[in-house]
């Protein structure tokens, strides 16, 4: 998830559901109706942010691996990228 915060705010519409607690480690459980339509995995990392007098669980980024490899792949004549791809691709023969 690209460019996209998930935000999950728990609200109970009732004193008859169940309020999750603290455990003495620190832990929480998030509802399953939660973690399922935020595609909560086990083993998913979050960030928890504390704003103000909130607390935000927000689903952590994922690393963008081909960052580092940005501006690495470069060309021994001065030819534009578009015509390199489409050689790579079988496009144009040089």
């Known amino acids: 998830m690209t460019g996209i915060t998930l935000v999950i705010i728990v609200i ?3 004193l008859e559901e169940r309020m ?3 455990t ?3 832990q929480i459980t998030i509802p399953l109706d939660i973690r399922n339509n935020f595609s909560m995995l086990p083993g998913t990392y979050v960030d928890i ?3 103000n007098n909130k607390i935000l669980i ?3 980024r994922q690393e963008n ?3 580092k490899w ?3 792949g470069k060309s021994k004549k001065k030819k534009a990228v578009d015509l390199i791809l ?3 691709r079988g496009r144009i023969n040089d």
């Open 12 to 14: 109970l519409n009732s």
């Open 20 to 22: 999750p607690k603290i």
């Open 24 to 26: 003495q480690k620190g």
């Open 49 to 51: 942010i504390a704003e």
């Open 58 to 60: 927000v689903k952590a």
């Open 65 to 67: 691996k081909f960052v």
């Open 70 to 72: 940005l501006g690495k």
């Open 86 to 88: 489409n050689q790579l």
